[in-house]
């Protein structure tokens, strides 16, 4: 089994910082791409930022230049620094990875089960 725990959510007042972390574990062989996706309420679930295995990285346009993701491959940890946050940010933050759980098995996509981000005006 695999499994994605996110952390580092909260509530932060516009224009702060958070940091999440979202560390995978389990059965393990590989890890292709890991990224970040948030819902926000009434809202359809949307791709904020994604890296690859090598270290490629795309973002949102609504992040550029505000957020920065970032992997430890050593610890199976995907990270997504925050910065200069709006109220609009506010949503549900989902951890996202594509992990091949075994020699000789197909990747699979695993989801995290979400930390809230809450950003105040």
């Known amino acids: 089994q695999v499994q994605l725990v996110e952390s580092g959510g909260g509530l932060v007042q516009a224009g702060g910082s958070l940091r999440l972390s979202c560390a995978a574990s389990g059965s393990i062989f590989s890890i292709n791409a890991m990224g970040w996706y948030r819902q926000a309420p009434g809202k359809q679930r949307e791709s904020v930022a994604r890296?690859?295995?090598?270290?490629?990285?795309n973002y949102a346009d609504s992040v550029k230049g505000r957020f920065t993701i970032t992997r430890d491959s050593a610890k199976n940890t995907v990270y997504l620094q925050m910065n200069s946050l709006k109220p609009e940010d506010t949503a549900v933050y989902y951890c996202n990875a594509d992990i091949v759980p075994g020699l000789w098995r197909i990747s699979e996509d695993y989801w995290g089960q979400g930390t809230q981000v809450t950003v105040s005006s």
């Open positions: 890296i690859t295995s090598s270290g490629v990285t």
